[in-house]
Nanobody, 123 residues
Framework: QVQLVESGGGLVQAGGSLRLSCAASGSTFSNNAIGWYRQVPGKQRELVAAISSGGSTNYADSVKGRFTISRDNTKKMGFLQMNSLKPEDTAVYYC?????????????????WGQGTQVTVSS
């Protein structure tokens, strides 16, 4: 069993930065891809960024050049550095782990989810 705990969310002004962290417990991590998703009320959960076990990354077009996903396998942690934040980035952000090494883009491909952390960007 894997448990994920996100942290680092909060309120920030447009143009600011936040760094989200995802701490994993359990036996799996280094051989698993990680995804960061976000969701706003009334909309589907969308993939923001993903990283494979080998470090390959994938980003939503809306965050390319502003967000950076990374991982520290020794600490069993994933990170999402978010710069140049915009009001439209406001959402609950979730980290997720899938039982596979390569990146996946649909939520059903991920087996474990954190509880989410709220990010609010004011204009």
């Amino acid at each position: 069993q894997v448990q994920l705990v996100e942290s680092g969310g909060g309120l920030v002004q447009a143009g600011g930065s936040l760094r989200l962290s995802c701490a994993a417990s359990g036996s799996t991590f280094s051989n698993n891809a990680i995804g960061w998703y976000r969701q706003v009320p009334g909309k589907q959960r969308e993939l923001v960024a993903a990283i494979s076990s080998g470090g390959s990354t994938n980003y939503a077009d809306s965050v390319k050049g502003r967000f950076t996903i990374s991982r520290d396998n020794t600490k069993k942690m994933g990170f999402l550095q978010m710069n140049s934040l915009k009001p439209e980035d406001t959402a609950v952000y979730y980290c997720a782990i899938r039982l596979g090494r390569i990146i996946a883009t649909t939520p059903n491909d991920y087996s474990y989810w954190g509880q989410g952390t709220q990010v609010t960007v004011s204009s």
